[in-house]
């Protein structure tokens, strides 16, 4: 009996030791249920993006500068990136988001989305297709790109605190419509996101 | 039936002590082999160890899991990265091991208490200490502006600023570390055309650091900005901006950070040739007499005359060296109870004296730091032929030196105090084994081996962040120029394109 009692102390201090070395374990998404919607970091992730992007969208819609493109026989809008001005690295999720602005704009019809970064890349291929070893007849024409008349663009800021064993970090973005010709600002609103680790 | 017990009792007893001998080498075995190819110049093949200790196959893959100590391996790799100029690589690691170290600073874990508390104090979560989180972002900083991406840099800068903030509402002692990091952004946010940011920012550096290299950047900002401080404008009329205002203030300047403000001086001429060699290991001080007057291309400190004033900059960053690194060390229970005394309760001394007097404690393993590497050497700046002012901007190796000798009285009194607990912990298992002496004596013995055993004293730190960290800045035309970076008696000989009004950070980094 007494023996028994020795070595299960002795036991379970070994076992306190074997739990103290226990690390995590590498999962794929659709092996937990629930994984996306789980705060990972402090960083923006994928329902974030969804927030935001229905909250300007939802604004955008029900803007009068929507109104104006309809009067305007579907006008040309490009999209440019966010400023990233925040204590995060999240410019290839802010990309995700413009991506996903342009996706909505196309769908719902209103306006033509040029894309104003690879204007460059697109004149300089039509530069090369005018040499003599494309088929003329088969080659894109000069002339025929379409300048956009507003941006779509956007700031994104951050309020970044630590205290203790906490951090937070609140973002506010600022989605902006402009117009090309005047630099007038016709539609901003606002989102915000708070992540936290406590 | 007895007897079988007891065979059962031993072999378990046995097979514990076994058991426990198989635990974790301590962090410094497991990179005792890549920093000794770091010592011998084989950044390369460092990179390979660390890539095997993490497991992954190359340095572009990152490992499985990211937390627990592999957040350090993770770390130290960053910096061989750094050294071997894969920019965006070291970022990245960085970029992971920040987000790993914050967590692991808040993360609780009652377990990991009982197991600090009866094992070893590397058994819990790895808790950097506050220099080692400014470094992440200073660092990444100067990986970021080698790349000429002000984006990234300014990121950083704003988690520094950050944790700079955090820190400073602690009082925390590493506060010297907060100038090369707030340089490093003020110049981000200079580049950046943002030159309120970028005064708050050096204003803060002075406050840590005499920047003399700051003169020039600090007079053409301010013509700029309505931004002033008492210490921007010291700088501007040539004084000692760390200095205090009375003579029986307390001074600004935390005494760590007064490294030798000049560790190569302007104007000393490189051959003709640009044959760096011939030179390079030249006193700088003589070199200085020899050459006095000489001045780099376009290299004009003086403010912008009449004509329009389209000049570059050249950045210089050189980290060289590298901190101590902590290793396992084993002394007298009586020096170690003297080292403790101040963090020890008057019991636990009281019982440890008793344990050393009857014989059962002679020694104390714990965490001791070693030396640092590359503190004496002098790193130079080569321009266009000439040799240009290198500033020192911090002695990291001291703050690691600081900050260890701050919390080692706290280390040895925890190593003592898992002595105590294991010696009590084998005597309640002797006892548990009642009249049987020989049993007793076998749980007692082998409980304090398999707890001996486990007790590796917590050597994990960034043992690959550079010694010493030195600027330089010059002015210049724009157009090529050939830059010339030395220490430890490496060269790295770059041209450079300075656009109009622009700028190109060249770093160097020499972890041996």
Request: glycine fraction near 12%.
């Given at each position: 009996m007494k023996l028994g009692r020795s070595l299960a102390f002795v036991l379970t201090l070994f076992a306190i030791g074997q739990l103290t070395a226990c690390g995590p374990k590498a999962v794929r998404g659709d092996e937990v249920e629930g994984l996306d919607d789980e705060a990972m970091s402090t960083g923006l992730d994928r329902r974030d993006l969804q927030k935001m992007l229905h909250e300007n969208m939802s604004a955008l819609q029900a803007s009068a500068v929507v109104k104006r493109w309809e009067s305007e026989d579907r006008p040309a809008v490009a999209v440019l990136t966010l400023r990233n001005d925040t204590s995060e690295h999240i410019d290839s999720v802010l990309e995700a988001l413009i991506s996903d602005v342009e996706t909505q704009l196309i769908n719902a019809g209103h306006v033509r989305v040029v894309s104003v970064e690879r204007q460059g890349q697109l004149m300089q291929e039509i530069k090369q297709q005018q040499t003599d070893s494309f088929n003329p007849a088969q080659v894109a024409n000069w002339g025929q790109q379409i300048g956009a008349r507003y941006f779509i663009t956007g700031k994104v800021f951050s309020a970044d605190e630590r205290l203790d064993d906490e951090r937070r970090v609140q973002y506010f973005m600022f989605m902006q419509v402009l117009s090309v010709e005047t630099g007038e600002i016709l539609f901003q609103n606002k989102t915000s996101v708070t992540k936290a680790l406590i | 039936m007895t007897q079988t017990l007891r065979f059962v009792a031993r072999r378990g007893a046995v097979l514990l002590a076994l058991l426990g001998l198989q635990a974790c080498a301590g962090h410094a075995d497991r990179t005792l082999e890549a920093r000794s190819a770091l010592?011998?110049?084989?950044?390369?093949?460092?990179l390979q160890l660390y890539n095997e200790e993490l497991d992954v196959k190359s340095e572009k893959e990152v490992p499985e899991d990211v937390g627990g100590d592999n957040t350090l391996l993770i770390l130290d790799r960053s910096m061989i990265l750094q050294q071997l100029e894969k920019y965006s690589l070291a970022s990245r690691d960085l970029e992971l091991a920040d987000?790993?170290?914050?967590?692991l600073d808040f993360s609780r874990n009652a377990l990991d208490s009982i197991g600090k508390y009866m094992f070893s104090d590397d058994t819990g979560p790895y808790k950097a200490p506050p220099y080692e989180k400014l470094m992440i972002n200073t660092m990444n900083m100067v990986n970021y502006l080698a790349r000429g991406d002000?984006?990234?840099a300014r990121i950083e800068a704003r988690r520094l600023a950050v944790m700079q903030k955090y820190l400073r509402d602690k009082e925390n002692p590493a506060?010297?570390?907060?100038?090369?990091?707030?340089?490093?952004?003020?110049?981000?946010?200079?580049?950046?055309?943002?030159?309120?940011?970028?005064?708050?920012?050096?204003?803060?550096?002075?406050?840590?650091?005499?920047?003399?290299s700051l003169r020039e950047a600090v007079t053409r900002l301010s013509s700029l900005s309505g931004y002033s401080t008492p210490r921007l404008r010291k700088l501007i009329d040539g004084q000692d901006p760390t200095k205090a205002e009375r003579e029986d203030d307390e001074p600004a300047l935390h005494a760590s950070a007064s490294l030798e403000p000049v560790l190569a001086s302007a104007g000393a001429q490189l051959a003709k040739s640009y044959d760096f060699d011939l030179l390079y290991q030249q006193d700088p001080a003589q070199a200085a007499e020899a050459g006095a007057g000489a001045e780099a291309a376009g290299g004009d400190e003086s403010p912008p005359g009449d004509k329009e004033d389209d000049s570059g900059e050249i950045f210089a960053i050189v980290n060289f060296g590298r901190v101590p690194a902590k290793f396992a060390k084993r002394i007298p229970i009586g020096l170690a109870l003297?080292?403790?005394?101040?963090?020890?309760s008057p019991a636990d001394q009281q019982r440890a004296n008793e344990l050393a007097l009857q014989g059962l404690v002679t020694w104390i393993n714990y965490p001791e730091l070693g030396k640092a590497r590359g503190t004496y050497d002098n790193p130079g700046f080569g321009l266009d032929g000439d040799w240009q002012q290198l500033e020192g901007a911090l002695a990291v190796d001291r703050e690691v030196r600081s900050a260890y000798d701050h919390a080692r009285g706290a280390i040895i009194a925890a190593a003592i105090t898992r002595m105590i607990a294991r010696i009590v912990a084998g005597q309640v298992a002797g006892k548990a084994a009642g009249d049987d002496d020989a049993l007793a004596l076998l749980l007692n013995l082998g409980t304090q081996a398999t707890l001996s055993a486990a007790d590796t004293p917590d050597t994990r730190s960034w043992a690959t962040l550079p010694a010493r960290i030195a600027f330089g800045r010059v002015r210049v035309t724009p157009g090529k120029h050939q830059v010339l970076l030395t220490a430890r008696g490496h060269k790295l000989t770059e041209t450079v394109d300075v656009p109009a009004n622009g700028f190109k950070v060249v770093a160097m980094t020499v972890l041996e």
């Open positions: - | 010592d011998a110049g084989r950044p390369k093949a460092a987000k790993q170290i914050e967590l002000l984006n990234g506060q010297a570390m907060l100038g090369p990091g707030s340089y490093l952004a003020g110049f981000t946010f200079e580049k950046s055309g943002k030159p309120d940011q970028a005064l708050r920012y050096y204003d803060e550096a002075l406050a840590f650091g005499n920047y003399q003297t080292y403790a005394s101040a963090w020890m």
